[in-house]
């Protein structure tokens, strides 16, 4: 996490870090009075930071499960006398990876889903959606901007939901016996995900949802 901000509830406050642009609006906090300290930590999806994240990759709507391509997530922290709070409104916009897949193409202008991380779940689930636009101080970059609610332990993840199929396979070892509860992780190439799984008794797995091709 980056350093403290202090958020006024009565005249909220603004504030940059790590890329990151937090607008809290006033009486953003709801009924919270006085100030909070505010932090931000940022995963590069694009860098091996992505492994620093929740969980895996997939995603969840209220209609289907499937594996996602992430162009950015964030770890937002709002803390009154050393206790996690929730914020009502929070507005965001965050730096887009210059590269965001070979799949994944993004332009100005385009809607992106915004997830938030279901620690019971181990997904992520979608909580409507944020505009592409270009970056206001890094010409030719572009930023993904939104606006959400904020609850305690938050992880936020900007990313396209992609068609999945899954994967089977069995590990082994240089005998050629099986090899139990073995992690097994796929990491996209063409787009900026994973998918994990364990082996079974057999040294057997199936990964799914996995991003097709």
Known sequence: LGPAFAIDQEKGGSFTDQGIGVRIPPG???????????????????????????GDTRGRTQTETGPLASFGMLHLQARRDGKDV????????MD???????????????????????????????????????????????????????TESWWGNCDQLGSMTCLTGRVVDCAGNAVPRALVRVVGVSYRGTTEASTGPDGRYRISPVRRG
Do not use: Y
Not at 86 to 93: E, S
């Open 28 to 54: 953003g906090l709801g009924t919270q009075k006085g100030k909070l300290e505010v932090r931000l930590a940022h995963v590069d999806p694009s860098t091996n930071e992505l492994f620093a994240a929740p």
């Open 86 to 93: 929730g914020l009502d409104k929070v507005q965001l916009t």
């Open 96 to 150: 887009l990876p210059q590269d965001t897949g070979a799949d994944t193409p993004l332009k100005a202008g385009d809607s992106v889903p915004f997830w938030v991380f279901d620690e019971a779940s181990g997904e992520w689930v979608e909580r409507g959606s944020g505009r592409v636009k270009p970056a206001t101080v890094d010409i030719g970059r572009l930023q993904f901007e939104f606006e959400t609610p904020v």
